[in-house]
Each structure stands twice: as structure tokens, then as C-alpha cells.
């Protein structure tokens, strides 16, 4: 079977994720490839998704201190 070299970059922000891909060679030959989430992008959502909910949850409550 021929040898491929290749490299996994994050589609987002370009970051490397060799060191997160996986590949595996099955019975009959087929070949997986298995790519992990990109650290920096997952961070980052998370960071989004705090700000967002902190924010929502801040103007609900200041709405309901204002209807008091």
C-alpha cells in the first residue's frame, strides 16, 4: 500500500492539529482518519458562550430590578 504524508490544519484559524489526528488502517485496507477538535477554537467558543450567557443573564435581571 503507497504511503501518503499530509498535514491537519484547523479550518478556522489555522492552527496545527497533527498531534490530534489519528489514522488507522482497518481490515480490507480502508484507512480512518480521526481529528480532534481544535483546542484553540473550542476555548474560544467556550469564552464566547460565557460572555453571551453572562450578558443575557445580566440584562434579565436587570430588567426584573427595574420592574420592581
Known amino acids: 500500500m503507497p504511503s501518503i504524508d499530509f498535514e491537519v490544519y ?3 484559524c489555522g492552527e496545527g492539529l497533527c ?3 489519528k ?3 482497518r481490515y480490507g485496507g ?3 482518519v480521526n481529528v480532534g477538535s481544535c483546542p484553540k477554537c473550542k ?5 464566547d458562550g ?3 450567557g453572562y450578558d443575557e443573564g445580566y440584562e434579565k435581571a436587570k430588567e426584573e430590578l427595574e420592574a420592581v
Not at 43 to 47: F, K, L, P, T, V
Open 30 to 32: 480502508t484507512v480512518t
Open 50 to 52: 460565557y460572555t453571551e
Open 10 to 12: 484547523c479550518s478556522a
Open 19 to 21: 498531534n490530534l489526528t
Open 43 to 47: 476555548e474560544q467558543a467556550r469564552e
Open 23 to 25: 489514522v488507522e488502517t
